[in-house]
């Protein structure tokens, strides 16, 4: 009777003991969520992003903008936006010491719908004091894919700093009598990691 207590004691002691040890170990943190500065402060898009983290230092990455541009263009000078774009890049990271921050390279996919009108042309006249204004409306919708590379630090294994690049070509039929076919866009996200 005294061995299987003493057994019984000892395995005890060994699941509580390496319950303690599992507890004790920080839990891998799979998500991260980031808000794009730059396209807020520069031009008024809410970007909103989100970062699955996989392993082998790869994410899958999905971006939703609220009142986005095309590329910074009339960002000075915008009226009325209706624009929205989402977009999907696969992110690979290069470091073999830091898991999932350090230098990254990506593949993306974006899709935007929505117009802008823009302040096109002002006129005052000063012997009858009038004002002329005239604004150009123009369309953003289309789909496009490209590619960026970029740098992410991490603060205290929880907040994050992303500066990054890319650039992105139309696909199928886009007008570009008054945009460009090509995109570049820069981004400062600030992120929590969870």
């Known amino acids: ?79 009325d936006n209706s624009a929205f774009t989402l977009r999907a890049a696969y992110l690979v990271y290069f470091s073999k010491e830091k898991d999932h921050h350090g230098f990254f390279f990506y593949p993306q996919f974006k899709f935007r719908t929505g117009e802008i009108t823009t302040e096109d042309y002002y006129f005052y006249d000063i012997a009858t004091e009038s004002e002329i204004t005239e604004e150009f409306t123009y369309d953003i919708g289309g789909a496009s894919a490209g590619f960026g590379i970029g740098h992410k630090w991490m603060f205290d294994n929880k907040f994050t700093l992303t500066l990054n690049g890319d650039i992105a070509r139309n696909l199928g039929n886009f007008k570009d009598d008054y945009l460009e076919n090509i995109e570049l866009r820069f981004a400062v996200n600030f992120g929590y990691r969870f």
């Open 1 to 79: 009777m005294k061995k299987q207590i003493i057994v019984i004691l000892l395995g005890l002691f060994l699941f509580s003991s390496h319950a303690q040890d599992t507890n004790n170990t920080e839990p891998t943190k799979n998500n991260e969520i980031s808000l794009n500065l730059l396209d807020l402060v520069v031009a008024g898009t809410l970007g909103i992003n989100y970062e699955r983290i996989f392993e082998n230092n790869q994410s899958l990455f999905l971006s939703a903008n609220i009142f986005d541009t095309y590329g910074y263009y009339d960002v000075g000078y915008i009226e």
